[in-house]
Structures are given as C-alpha cells and as structure tokens.
C-alpha cells in the first residue's frame, strides 16, 4: 500500500498540475458521459489554458517577487524567521508522512460529501491537496502522532469544499466563470474575515462610500484608468520604489519600464487565458450537467478548480499590488515580529482573490481585508514557525542559510492553520471531534439557509459579469 501511495504521490509531483489537471478532466468527462473525442479536446483546451496561466502568472509573479526583495533590501531589515516561499511548503506538505496518503484520503472525503450531497464540488485540483497535507504536517509535528494528522487533512478537504461552495455562485457571477468553484483553501479562508471587515466598514461614515475599483477609475480617467494602462503606472510605481538604486540611471530605468510593461501585460493577457480556461471547460460543466440531471434532476455539481482563474481580474491584480510594499512595511512595525518576507511577497494575489465578489470589486475595501489579514497573518507566522521548521526537518527540507526557523505566507499565515493546532495541541482528541463538529454543523447551517450563506459572500444584487478584458 505505501508503494503504491509513493508512486502516486510521485506522480503527482513529476507530472505537475498542466499535465495531471488534464489528465484528470479526460477521465471524469468520459465518466459523466461525455465523447471521448470531445473530452479529449476540452481535457488538453484546459491544460493549455492552465500553461497559459501559469507562464502570465510566472512573469508577472517573477517581476512582483523581484521588486518586492529589491525593497526588502532597500530596507536592510533582519529577522530570524524566513519565508521560503509555497514552492517549498508544498515539498514539505508532500514529503511529510501526512502527504503520502493526502490524495487518497481527500478523494474519498470528497467521494463522500457528494454522495451524502453535503457538497455540490468535484475537486478535480489534485495538486492542491498540499493544502491539507500541510496542515495535517503541522498537528503531526505538534502531537507526534501520524493518526492526528491524516484528521486533521480529512477536516482541511471537507473544509475547502464548504468553502468552495458557498462562495460559488458570488465567485461565478462576478468573475464569469460558470460551472466552477475554488476549494483552494489559502484563498477561500480569507472568505470569512473579509465578511466582518466588510460589515464593520460599512458602519464607518465616509469610509463606506469610498468606492475605488478598477471600473470607476476606468470612467474616471478614460484610457489612463483602463487595467493594462492601470497594470503599467503601478508597475512604474513598484518598480520606481524597488529599484531607485539599482545602478545608473539607465539601469534604473530599464528596470522601472520592464516591470511596469510585465504587470500592463499581465492585466491584459491573464483574463484571456482565463477565456480559454472555460472554452475547455464548458463541455465538461455540460456533462456533468446531464449527468446529475439524469439521476438527480437539477443538483448542480461544480468542477472545483485552482484559484489562479481568479487572479486575472484587475481588482486582483491591483489590490495585491498595493499590498506588497504594505506587507514589509508591515514586517518593520509590527511589535515583536520575527518574519522577513521573502518569496512569498509574489503570492498576495493569491490570498485577496476571493475577496473580490463580496467587496464589489472596491480595491480600497480589499486592501484593507488585505492589510488586516496580513498584519495578523505575521502573529500566525511567529506562533508556527517553530512547527513549521520541525515539520520541514522530518520531511528532509534543506534549511536555507542563516535561517533559525522558517514560515511562508501560503500557509503558514493562514488563521486556519493557527486554529486547528491549538484545537489539536491545547484539546487532543476532543479538539479533533470538536473541529469534525463545527465543520459539519456549518455545512448543515449552510445547506439550510443557502442563500444567505451565499449573499453574505457576495453573491446578492451581482450583475452578470465576464472576465475582464
């Protein structure tokens, strides 16, 4: 059996998401009753298109990456805790003993859910089972115990779905991505909090109409407010502030311009390939459609997908933007913080994405989900770091240089994390029936009153919107 979960999880690492997604799609289209010919089609349009995504995401996460350590730099700020980036979470999620048997357990949980119809998502976003294997890494590395964190990853599944559905259909309108849903759990955990910082600004004179997206600046200033226009100054911006003393003056200019280009492409190219990302889709949502009207009537059943479909949208994109030199910032002046941020600065988009449809898309509102968010996340960070870096010691991580502990912003900053290993380290078992309980009274308080659920996530009054242009 461990052999067999090995090579699985080998799999899952050698072929990456751009193969194993479509890989994955082919199959559950040829069993929802699609032809063969025409799953096979749409199986590679969204392999493609997820190709198309990550190259964007890659030059544009790139150029946001450099910039931000050109400004850490520029600060010549010091901290003991370092942020290693998600690439490096993920390799620890998967190369802990929790992640040789994530896949297995994530699917069956999903299985499950779907048959008692407690979830309407089919997540079909293999990769991104680290998420929960991460998690569960921490409570093994906090209990010693393996048991409690195979738990603890089954919660984390069965919390990313209650995620990814209830925020479906705000996530569907305003990002005009029908047919899908996003259990990416270090976004959808954002969900949450963004809700209550949303409910307090609306109580605020004068702060609750201050109304900035991307839509009134484009009407506002014509052409200068139009997102690949608007992509550029803010590239100008970052990369003035990043690079003011990066050499000669040429120097600084070339690199001020080169950042400012990458971000005016990436607002324009991203949302195409987003385009192209339902293109392939579109048979699939059909299938599935047939499928479970044949045998259920008209339960809807969602493809559960990464939440890079949702980072092209400018209010994504610019929101995060404003929040990178917000964040170290925030690593000066925080009291008692230990966190240099590093490469994870690049991932901010990441984590305020789902923000959007509650917020309206108001860039103002998201940064200040964002900010907040944020500023908690470093007390996450420094409260589990010492986890982390165990964690990624009994996987066989090799300890970057001048490190004393490690942490990144996916998912070491995640209040979902920090919760979970207090319910495991402060309860023991009880916190884990504690957690199983809470996770299934939301999901049946959710069933029951769904479309509250669902316009308290931002799906009331939400005109039909298309991926931006």
Partial sequence: MDTFLSGLKAAVDTLGATVLLPIVIFIIAVILGAKAGKAFRAAVTIGVAFIGINLVLGLMLGSIGDVAQAIVTNTGIHRDIVDVGWPSAAA????????????????????????????RTLNVDVWNFWHFAFVGSLATAATGSLGYGLVVAALMAALGLLFADWSARAVQKFYGVPGVSVPHLASAQILPVAIIINWIIERIPGINRIDISTETIEKRFGVFGEPVVL??????????IGYYNAGDFGTVVSKVLQTGMTLAAAMMLLPRMVKILMEGLLPV??????????????????????SAILIGHPAAISSSLILVPIAIVLSII????????????????????????LLRG?????????????????????????LFTSAAVSSGFKMPENAVQITSVVDGFLWISYVVIEFVQTLGVIGLVLMALIIAACFW?????????????????EPEATPAE
């Fill in 231 to 240: 992509g550029l100054i803010i590239g100008l911006v970052l990369g003035a």
């Fill in 92 to 119: 620890i999620a998967f190369g802990s003993s929790v992640g040789l048997w994530v896949i297995p357990i994530a699917i069956a949980v999903n299985v499950v859910l779907l048959l008692t119809k407690m979830t």
């Fill in 285 to 306: 949502s059909e299938a599935a459609h047939e499928f479970v009207r044949k045998r259920a009537g008209d339960r809807e059943l969602l493809v559960g997908l990464d």
């Fill in 445 to 461: 308080l959710y069933h029951r009153n769904t479309a509250a659920w669902e316009r308290a996530a931002g799906a009331e009054d």
């Fill in 362 to 386: 108001n860039v103002f509102r998201m940064v200040i989900v964002g900010t907040v968010t944020l500023a908690a996340g470093f007390y996450v960070a420094n409260a589990l770091a010492p």
């Fill in 334 to 357: 925080l009291p008692g913080n230990r966190v240099i941020l590093f490469a994870d600065l690049a991932v901010i988009p990441f984590i305020v994405a789902l923000t959007a449809p």
